[in-house]
């Protein structure tokens, strides 16, 4: 791919690159960008020179102090975004083990001079988890934050922000999980004692990804609800970092299931379970969510409604029209069919109402902003029935529109719904997909409710074809326009220099209200994002990925 970045402001030209240097704490682990030739305009050239040859260490606080006013100076001020606003801040995603399991910061002179490439590019932030099984992992209430609090003074030192996720859920199994980080180790001796405290699924498969929510209220957690244990890490977080909550900290994303995303666990990867684009399976068969849906079935006078889930909803991996339940006149439309549904993503929606109204008490007054991540679950969404969506616990049909409820109760507490295949184009994918289609509804749903909508991408994708349709949902042409964009994810593929490139361009065009042209509308460099499907169904297509 052939870019040439045409503003004054860009920090890569194609023509000043002559290699790409890397900086290395260990072989297994690398970040590199493109050494760029001087000029009389980009004072930062000095800082990335000494980065490329591993000299961070020599870099005194004061001179990094003057580095960063010098950064701002080019750069300009940041300052807080708006609907009104056309400009889109973009913040990063840090990696998955940005802190280590002994609590702390992984590869700082890495992560220093990548923060310091990252703000020369104009980046917002970055976005990092702040994992439950790390930080409470020995004991209940006993907190370690130093390596956060490590990564905190380290972005504030750069001049950037930060959006932090509570994430009460396992990191491994799922899509793009690139290491294993499990809930923390006295949590999971409750769950061998008691194994209802899991998502489980009609075979009697359990999932220790995510606490169930059908014991959010019940002392199961050694005498707390898991309620109240996530309002106490979150308090703790607070009282922790109160000195940069609404400066540094400018948004904390609240944790609400699997992935940090409030839904069920109905396509887990792990084990070969479920495999795109397979309907997935509902989640409802613990204990106590067997007891919430037969005191649910009897209070409508349906008692034998209460006596599980559907039957004949099918496997993991079946297609909507292999099932009873969600084929295209199927049992989902039913007067049964609509009471579970119905039941099924209420529960779901008072669990994100229970957490964000804690959330919202931690951390009002803080100047914290609040947002809540929605999966972008777009196979089969031009399906009659939307079976993938239904199953993890959107009630989203041809006939019923689940994402304005979901959408209104993130309005209630002023949270910021945060959506994922923001990428995405309808002709990558299967026929009875659409992500362009669901991004829109979405942003309707959102506009309608009165909350503001931010955006991620679902997969790791470096082309320009994805930057581009970023750049196209950003704008409000199809309901609410995106009050910020945070990319998926640092690694060291993003720092080659193509990829670099494409970035660079990314952020200024959004930062101009995503209206610029320069950047292909189509992936040029033909990324072959996903086939084991096709092939396994023999289409002669190559234009499909997965979330």
């Known amino acids: 791919m052939a870019l040439t970045l045409r503003s004054s402001t860009s920090f890569i030209n194609i023509k000043d690159i002559k290699n790409t240097k890397i900086i290395d704490e260990s072989s297994s682990s690398m970040v590199c960008f493109a050494q760029i030739k001087p000029t009389c305009r980009l004072r930062v050239r000095n800082w990335l020179h000494e980065a490329s040859h591993n000299t961070w260490e020599r ?28 400009r889109v801040p973009v913040f990063v995603m840090l990696p998955l083990d940005t802190v280590s399991f002994g609590g702390n910061l992984n590869k700082p002179r890495a992560m220093n001079a990548s923060l310091m490439a990252l703000k020369s590019a104009g980046v917002e932030g970055v976005m990092v988890d702040a994992w439950w099984g790390l930080v409470e992992k020995d004991g209940p209430l006993k907190y370690n934050w130093e390596g956060y609090a490590e990564l905190v003074n380290m972005v504030q030192r750069h001049g950037l922000k930060l959006q932090v996720v509570m994430s009460f859920h ?43 929510l059908g014991c959010d209220s019940l002392p199961v957690l050694r005498g707390r609800t898991p309620i109240q244990v996530y309002s106490d890490y979150m308090r703790s977080f607070r009282e922790r970092f109160q000195d940069y909550l609404g400066n540094v900290i400018e948004e904390i994303q609240v944790g609400m299931g699997p992935c940090g995303e409030l839904r069920y666990p109905a396509y887990p990867e792990s084990n070969g379970t479920w495999k795109f684009p397979g309907i997935g399976e509902f989640q409802c068969y613990d204990k106590y969510m067997r007891a919430s849906l037969e005191a649910s079935a009897e209070a409508t006078g349906n008692k034998d409604w209460g006596k599980g889930g559907p039957h004949d909803s099918g496997h ?105 295949c923001m990428e995405m184009r309808d002709r990558e994918q299967p026929e009875h997909a659409s992500p362009e289609g669901l991004v829109r509804q979405v942003k309707m749903a959102t506009k309608s409710a009165g909350t503001d909508l931010a955006g991620e991408n679902a997969l790791e994708r470096y082309d320009g074809g994805a930057f581009s349709q970023v750049l196209a949902t950003s704008r409000s042409e199809s309901g609410n326009a995106l009050s910020a964009f945070t990319y998926l994810r640092m690694n060291k593929n993003l720092f080659e220099a193509e990829n670099w490139r494409n970035l660079v361009e990314f952020v200024k065009s959004m930062k101009e209200g995503g209206r610029d042209t320069r950047l292909p509308e189509s992936d040029t460099s033909r990324t072959d994002l996903y086939v084991r499907f096709l092939k396994e169904k023999n289409v002669q297509s190559k234009e499909a990925a997965v979330v």
């Open 170 to 212: 396992q990191c491994g199994g799922n899509v793009g999980d690139s290491c294993s980080i499990p809930l923390p180790p006295w949590v999971l001796e409750e769950m061998s004692k008691n194994p209802d405290l899991v998502y489980t699924d009609r075979s009697g498969r359990r999932n220790p990804e995510y606490i169930s």
């Open 59 to 86: 870099i005194s606080p004061l001179d990094m102090e003057r580095n960063d006013q010098q950064i701002e100076k080019f750069h300009g001020p940041s300052r807080p975004h708006s609907k009104t606003d056309s």
């Open 316 to 420: 993991y991996n079946q297609f909507p029209e292999d099932t009873g339940f969600f084929k295209k006149d199927g049992t989902w439309n039913s007067e049964y069919g609509q009471f579970f549904l119905k039941w099924y993503s209420e529960k779901l929606i008072e669990h994100g109402d229970k957490i964000l109204s804690s959330a919202r008490g931690v951390f009002q007054g803080t100047g914290a902003k609040l947002s809540g991540k929605i999966a972008g679950i777009h196979w089969h969404y031009r399906t009659r029935s939307h079976a993938a969506e239904l199953t993890a616990g959107y009630y989203n049909t041809r006939h019923h529109d689940g994402y304005l409820p979901l959408a209104r109760m993130l309005s209630n507490h002023g949270v910021v719904l945060n959506f994922t």
